[in-house]
């Protein structure tokens, strides 16, 4: 199958410093790419779309300003946590659907990077 | 928007016993169905999808079936093993496009218990 991995896999930082986490799709290309956050014990809760060459599509009640959604190339996007916070601590994972003809395309995750803000 | 509820929330089966996770969803637009299942720490893996088009599927031990009309689809493990003990979450996508966003259930936590 495709393979999707994100950089860093753990991080910790402190309060008030900004973080970045890199997807990437590795064996094809991902005009979108999608970011989730999952806290200890929940469901995937997507956080925005990532386009390839345009504004990210963010999720109800997530804050545009705070996590940053960049996706430059059509392998890589990148969610910045801006000014974290304890409370900003999660499992950040991203998924890309493959490309090609056949419409119900499976979406591969990335491993997660989980992130500890102190 | 698509919401997904997914029952129940923890499950415990014997061991070779079969278990059953059932998911409804809201948007009658959404057509496919994917089943992930998520070890701690670990990325969630796809082990079974269904499209609307199609009302029963299955992959060895695991079978997915789906009702549009009652807008219900359910999760059978036949033979349950110590390996199936993980998270699952059902999923729905909100479109037709391999793009659309996929809205996932709240997972079900499977024990199985030797």
């Known amino acids: 199958g495709a393979v999707v991995s994100q950089h860093p896999s753990w991080v910790i930082c402190k309060s008030g410093t900004s973080v970045k986490i890199e997807c990437r799709s590795l064996?094809?290309?991902?005009?979108?790419m999608f970011w989730y956050r999952q806290f200890p014990k929940k469901s995937l809760m997507l956080m925005a779309t990532?386009?390839?060459?345009?504004?990210?599509?963010?999720e109800q009640g997530v804050e545009k300003d705070k996590f940053l959604i960049n996706h430059a190339s059509l392998t890589l996007s990148t969610l910045t946590v801006t000014s974290a916070h304890p409370e900003d601590s999660s499992f950040y994972i991203c998924?890309?659907?493959?490309?090609?003809?056949?419409?119900?395309?499976?979406?591969?995750f990335g491993p997660g990077t989980r992130l500890t803000v102190l | 928007g698509e919401n997904v509820e997914q029952h129940p929330s923890t499950l415990s089966v014997q061991e070779g016993d079969s278990a059953v996770i059932k998911c409804t969803y809201s948007d009658s637009a959404s057509n496919y169905f994917p089943w992930y299942k998520q070890e701690l720490g670990k990325r969630p893996q796809l082990i079974i999808d269904?499209?609307?088009?199609?009302g029963e599927k299955k992959d060895q031990r695991i079978a997915v079936t789906l009702n549009k009309t009652a807008k219900h689809f359910s999760l059978h493990i036949t033979e349950t093993q110590p390996e199936d003990s993980a998270v699952y979450f059902c999923a729905a996508r909100e479109g037709p496009a391999r793009d659309d966003k996929i809205i996932f259930g709240k997972g079900t936590r499977l024990h199985i218990l030797p």
């Open positions: 269904i499209r609307s088009n199609v």
């Open positions: 064996d094809f290309q991902a005009t979108t």
């Open positions: 990532s386009n390839e060459g345009s504004k990210a599509t963010y």
């Open positions: 998924s890309a659907p493959t490309s090609g003809r056949e419409i119900y395309n499976e979406q591969f």
